[in-house]
């Protein structure tokens, strides 16, 4: 996807998307918020109950446009029971409708266990699985405290290409001692693999996690940034050259392979979140699940939904989110739509002579009312955002 030539750079406005979070999880992992949402035994018939209700609630709210895409994320949504999956995704069909390519990805461990699980979660209607690999390194892998083997990762890749129409997976880079030989070296194995869609992440280290206590304790060193930078570079070179060149800032497709769903978000489209914890948008509105699995039960069985908070946008909300989501993307965003969709002047949402001065530096592109970051400037986004949104 070339940045110039952005395909359906505007979130239709005639479709929306659902996710939906199944929070339990089998495991502790040392990046993943859901710690205390470990269970051995779910109460199946309770948790469908619970989530249709849940469902039933948005679609109220949200008839007559159809879906464009479903996503089950979490936890650990590729242990839900395959005909749970199946029943959430025809009642979804029932409320909503589907539009005639309907994307609908589950989020897996690559372990032989989930992997066991694929054939009847396609069965099931899911047709794109997206794969958290991580590493193609055992190493690395033990670092990031995955459970998994590279073997193990790489057995459940290749049941889920034969299975699924479409596969995506993700790998970590900027791993502290990870040389750029190294990383190109872990990148060309990715890609000898073929698949539509790989997301490629910079290790970052997030408070509260525990290589944030780790670097406290002076016990890891994070990648030095110049270092970090060149492997985007590297990253960029490679991936473009192979044919699956960035669309965002972290990830990387083939021509159509790119997530529907997380396009939807970038592009500040309509999403309903159901399940305990998820947010949406959805007419201008915030929602907020209860992110405690007994407390979102208690919120259905109360009120028939899990909302914890619904709260109107503001036009310096609803402008402010659709240019830090849509500056991620190589395609840009339209000002032109923002200003209509939020009802405030487009000379009102940039700083002009922020755009001026980073365009003069050949990090920022205005071409009528379609702005753009550039790939140079992507290295350098957490520091433009600030400069050019002015809501």
């Known amino acids: 996807m070339s940045p110039d030539t952005p395909p359906n750079a505007s979130a239709p406005a005639d479709t929306q998307a659902l996710y939906i979070h199944w929070p339990f999880c089998v495991s502790k992992c040392p990046y993943c918020d859901f710690n205390s949402h470990v269970r051995e035994s ?17 679609a109220g709210l949200t008839a007559g446009r159809p879906l464009s895409s479903i996503f089950f994320g979490g936890g650990t949504p590729s242990l839900m029971p395959p005909a749970l999956v199946a029943d959430l995704i025809a009642a979804a069909q029932d409320h ?46 033990h670092f990031l405290g995955r459970a998994h083997d590279v073997a193990e990762g790489l057995a459940a890749l290749d049941t889920a290409q034969r299975l699924f129409a479409r596969v995506s997976f993700d790998l970590i880079y900027a791993r502290p001692g990870q040389s750029e030989r190294d990383w190109a070296a872990e990148l060309a194995q990715a890609l000898s693999f073929g698949t539509g869609h790989l997301s490629l992440y910079q290790l970052t280290i997030e408070p509260g996690t525990r290589f944030a206590t780790l670097v406290a304790q002076g016990k890891l060193t994070p990648a030095d940034p110049d270092h970090g930078a060149t492997l985007y570079e590297l990253t960029a070179a490679m991936t ?26 970038w592009r500040y489209g309509d999403y309903m979140g159901v399940g305990p914890g998820a947010h949406g948008r959805r007419g201008g509105m915030a929602t907020m699940r209860h992110k405690k699995p007994e407390n979102w039960m208690g919120a259905v069985a109360r009120n028939g939904h899990g909302l914890q908070s619904e709260d109107v946008l503001s036009g310096e909300d609803k402008a402010r989110e659709a240019l830090l989501m849509g500056l991620r993307l190589g395609e840009g965003v339209d000002l032109s739509r923002i200003a209509a969709l939020s009802g405030i002047g487009a000379a009102r949402l940039v700083d002009e002579r922020a755009i001026g001065q980073l365009t003069d530096l050949g990090l920022i592109r205005l071409t009528g009312s379609r702005l753009q970051v550039a790939p140079a400037g992507m290295l350098l986004l957490d520091a433009i955002l600030p400069e050019v949104v002015a809501v």
Do not use: C, K
């Open 42 to 58: 779910v109460d199946v018939a309770a948790w469908r109950s619970a989530l249709l209700a849940d469902m039933a609630h948005e």
């Open 96 to 141: 909503w409708g589907f539009t005639p390519d309907m994307e609908i990805t589950l989020e897996a461990n690559p372990n032989s266990v989930e992997a066991a699980r694929f054939g009847d979660l396609a069965a099931a209607g899911i047709n794109r699985v997206s794969l958290g690999l991580q590493a193609l390194d055992g190493e690395a892998l």
């Open 240 to 265: 473009g050259a192979a044919g699956i060149p960035a669309y965002e800032i972290s990830n990387h497709a083939r021509a159509g392979q790119a997530s529907r769903h997380n396009l939807t978000y």
